[in-house]
């Protein structure tokens, strides 16, 4: 599976972005997919997830009630609608997917991982 993430931009503080990730090549509908962000001089950390069928999702405690994860399968396609932004939330954020239908947290439990956008909220 290949990802792509895109919809990063320049956005003040309160506004809102939404992420893309586009699938391509191989099984999608039956991966879990997550988001992760990793700003300078950090680790890599989770965002969110969301199972197969999008009826599940997992949400770090950093973005719970700002940021929702959404899918669709017959468009290879997941989103990440983020809200309320941060100057905290600026990082490059990308997504990844695992071939299974249990949603985790862990980036090491993540096998395909797609190139980033940055995402940058001025004060």
């Known amino acids: 599976v290949q990802l792509q993430a895109s919809g990063g931009g320049l956005v003040q503080a309160g506004g809102s972005l939404k992420l893309s990730c586009a699938a391509s090549?191989?099984?999608?509908?039956?991966?879990?997919v997550g988001w992760f962000r990793q700003a300078p001089g950090k680790e890599r950390e989770f965002v969110a997830a969301?199972?197969?069928?999008?009826?599940?999702?997992l949400t770090a405690d950093s973005v719970k009630g700002r940021f929702t994860m959404s899918r669709d399968n017959a468009k290879r396609m997941v989103w990440l609608q983020m809200n309320s932004l941060k100057p905290e939330d600026t990082a490059i954020y990308y997504c990844?997917?695992?071939?299974?239908?249990?949603?985790?947290?862990?980036?090491?439990?993540?096998?395909?991982w797609g190139r980033g956008t940055l995402v940058t909220v001025s004060s």
């Open positions: 090549r191989g099984t999608f509908s039956n991966y879990a």
């Open positions: 990844a997917s695992r071939p299974s239908v249990v949603v985790v947290s862990t980036p090491i439990s993540y096998t395909y």
């Open positions: 969301i199972n197969w069928s999008g009826s599940s999702t």
